[in-house]
């Protein structure tokens, strides 16, 4: 009896917090459960019915006229099936369309010990994720406007069919020799990653950072101690560290695609000797099989 005495009161504090932080998030959730029910295609009436609730009781919240119980919190929060520090925490009317089906999937990133980032982005005509490609002249810009709609919305943008389209993709031009053999000037594909934890070692990715910018490179993920470090392809480059709080964005490597052969490629007469000798195997083996 003693433990459950304890567990209570420590639950009534939590909830006495909630509230008191609530008092100061008022606003950002009352535009949150409206801007989320306008998203469903919801009315109020379908929400306040959903969740045993008056309609005036759901509009009241959403106009900022009264403030909702702890119950009520909860109850909204598994409605839209997102977090409710997120719910108060963060202006979800500002978050890209990619980091919204990810909320709407389940995937919270205040769940998961995160900050949420606000990506901006673009879609085409069918409200499909451009892939908007930072080429070398652009890279300058993009260091203070990866965050700016306006910034993002004047890069060139392609599709790749190949590519999944649940998941943003952004190309960026590289320039230098750190990562050969992938050639200088080559278009690097990244897909944007949410959670740096998910960071996994000894795999390419594409960094953004306040000092260096961007940045093509192996990665050890020492997220849980602060920082990255990150290794070049190239053993001439020594390795070094990024702390976390210098980086904006994380892309994963995807491809990359370069008008140049990797210097370490067979010249043309060795591919021609090399198909010529793969032909000859495979007359042998089907002249054995024949027997």
């Given amino acids: 009896m003693f433990l459950i005495k304890i567990s209570d009161e420590k639950l009534v504090i939590i909830l006495i917090r909630v509230k008191k932080n609530f008092k100061k998030s008022a606003m950002l959730f009352s535009t949150n459960i409206k801007f989320l029910r306008k998203r469903r295609s919801k009315t109020q009436d379908d929400v306040a019915t959903a969740l045993n609730m008056k309609r005036s009781t759901l509009s009241g919240y959403e106009n900022e006229v009264s403030e909702p119980s702890i119950e009520a919190l909860v109850a909204l929060s598994k409605y839209f099936n997102v977090a409710i520090d997120t719910l108060i925490k963060v ?52 260091t203070t406007g990866y965050a700016d709609p306006d910034y993002i919305r004047i890069l060139p943008t392609f599709q790749l ?32 990653v949410l959670d740096w934890h998910d960071i996994r ?42 702390p976390i709080n210098e980086i904006k964005e994380v892309w994963k490597f995807v491809h990359y695609i370069s008008s140049e052969m990797p210097e370490n490629m067979p010249r043309e007469q060795q591919l021609i000797d090399t198909i010529n000798d793969l032909k000859k195997q495979v007359q042998t083996i089907q002249l054995k099989l024949n027997l």
Avoid: C, W
Wanted: hydrophobic share 35%.
């Fill in 201 to 242: 070692d000894k795999q390419a990715y594409i960094i953004l950072t306040i000092d260096d910018g961007i940045v093509f490179k192996i990665v050890e993920n020492h997220i849980i101690d602060g920082y990255l470090r990150l290794h070049s392809l190239n053993p001439l480059y020594t390795p070094f560290e990024i």
């Fill in 91 to 142: 202006d979800l009317t500002k978050i890209g369309e990619f980091q919204l089906s990810q909320l709407e999937r389940g995937y919270d990133v205040h769940l998961k010990g995160s900050n949420i980032r606000v990506l901006a982005t673009t879609v085409d005509s069918s409200n499909n994720e451009n892939i908007e490609l930072v080429s070398e002249r652009a890279k300058a810009g993009y």
């Fill in 161 to 192: 069919p190949f590519l999944s389209k649940e998941r943003k993709y952004r190309t960026f031009q590289i320039s230098g020799d750190s990562m050969l053999p992938i050639p200088d000037k080559s278009y690097v594909t990244g897909e944007y």
